[in-house]
């Protein structure tokens, strides 16, 4: 069964910095395209980043763009996402997706900013 589980959410204040991890089981992550996506409430899901499953192949949505970074740890079957700079309207639950030729969410972790 498969599985993706994020954690590293929370509460920061404005500006600071939090690192998100998704890690698989019962999955190969390496084998996946991987995505963060958040969802803010009353608002629809949005593509935050994305990385391809050879690792090299990186984008983000245009609110993100030189304050978060997706990484990804094969090793350890995780995928990371660095998150910078962090401002009021980041404030969502971040959400994890593997997609190859099916789609796997995880439960989705609550990021909090607030001063």
Same mark, same amino acid.
């Given at each position: 069964?498969?599985?993706?589980?994020?954690?590293?959410?929370?509460?920061?204040?404005?500006?600071?910095?939090?690192?998100?991890? !998704?890690?698989?089981?019962?999955?190969?992550?390496?084998?996946? /395209? =991987?995505?963060?996506?958040?969802? /803010?409430?009353?608002?629809?899901?949005?593509?935050? /980043?994305?990385?391809?499953?050879?690792?090299?192949?990186?984008?983000?949505?245009?609110?993100?763009?030189?304050?978060?970074?997706?990484?990804?740890?094969?090793?350890?079957?995780?995928?990371?996402?660095? =998150?910078?700079?962090?401002?009021?309207?980041?404030?969502?639950?971040?959400? !994890?997706?593997?997609?190859?030729?099916?789609?796997?969410?995880?439960?989705?972790?609550?990021?909090?900013?607030?001063?």
């Amino acid at each position: 069964q498969v599985h993706l589980v994020e954690s590293g959410g929370g509460l920061v204040q404005p500006g600071g910095s939090l690192r998100l991890s !998704c890690a698989g089981s019962g999955i190969t992550l390496s084998s996946y /395209a =991987m995505s963060w996506y958040r969802q /803010a409430p009353g608002k629809e899901r949005e593509l935050v /980043a994305h990385i391809g499953s050879g690792g090299g192949n990186t984008n983000y949505g245009d609110s993100v763009k030189g304050r978060f970074t997706i990484s990804r740890d094969n090793a350890k079957n995780t995928v990371f996402l660095q =998150m910078n700079s962090l401002k009021l309207e980041d404030t969502a639950v971040y959400f !994890c997706n593997a997609a190859r030729w099916v789609a796997y969410w995880g439960q989705g972790t609550q990021v909090t900013v607030s001063s």
